[in-house]
Every structure is written in structure tokens, then in C-alpha cells.
């Protein structure tokens, strides 16, 4: 993009971040996917090439894709209702318990400013 993190962060909106975020995950870009097609290149000369039977992987090219492609250790349902909690906090929102119904205010009636009916 030819701009430092911190001129970006100056220039963009968090909506835009988390939609540029996104789209890296859907449709990566930059030194890391370069380095995947390197590698797939390289599977592919390697094999056709290479002794019968072997094996080759990117990987074996580019070590670090390895961690790169590494997915995040799997959640426990209580660690996700414990950052789901927190989300809804954070917008002032309330966390039902088991059962509990949810209250809501009364509307106003239309037509008046003081809220009360003809």
C-alpha cells in the first residue's frame, strides 16, 4: 500500500480496518502468499524432477509457511460465551440468565411531546 501501519491507522476508520482484515483472510496478499505460490512452483518443478515417491509440500521450500498457515488453538464454549459476554458489556448491552425474559421499555405515544395520549 506503500504506507507505514501507523499512517494507515491515522487515515482509516476501525469499519474499514476490520473490512480490509477480513478480506486478507478470505483472499490473502502480500510476502506470505507470494511465498505459498514460490512454494507451490517449487512442489511442482520438485516432483516432476525429483526421485519417484517423494514427497514435497510448500512447506518444505518456505519452513516459515508453516507457522504462517498455523491455525489458532480451538476456543472451549466457555472462553466463547466469556468474549461474547464482554461484546455485549462493552455495548452497554445486558446478559440474559437462563430463563429471564427480556423487558422492554414502554413506547411513547405518537403526537404529543409529553408522551401522553388524546
Known amino acids: 500500500m506503500g504506507k507505514t501501519v501507523s499512517q494507515l491507522l491515522r487515515e482509516i476508520d476501525s469499519k474499514e480496518l476490520s473490512e480490509w482484515m477480513a478480506y486478507a483472510r478470505m483472499e490473502p496478499f502480500g510476502a506470505v502468499r507470494e511465498d505459498y505460490r ?4 517449487s512442489t511442482i518443478l520438485a516432483s516432476a524432477h525429483g526421485k519417484k515417491g517423494a514427497h514435497f509440500s510448500p512447506e ?17 464454549v466457555e472462553t466463547m460465551k466469556d468474549q461474547l459476554v464482554s461484546i455485549v458489556k462493552s455495548f452497554g ?22 408522551g401522553k395520549s388524546r
Open 93 to 114: 448491552g445486558k446478559v440474559l440468565k437462563k430463563g429471564e425474559k427480556i423487558v422492554r421499555p414502554a413506547k411513547k405515544a405518537k403526537g404529543r411531546k409529553d
Open 60 to 76: 518444505t521450500f518456505f519452513p516459515e509457511l508453516e507457522y504462517a498457515r498455523a491455525r489458532p488453538p480451538k476456543q472451549s
Open 38 to 41: 514460490a512454494g507451490i512452483i
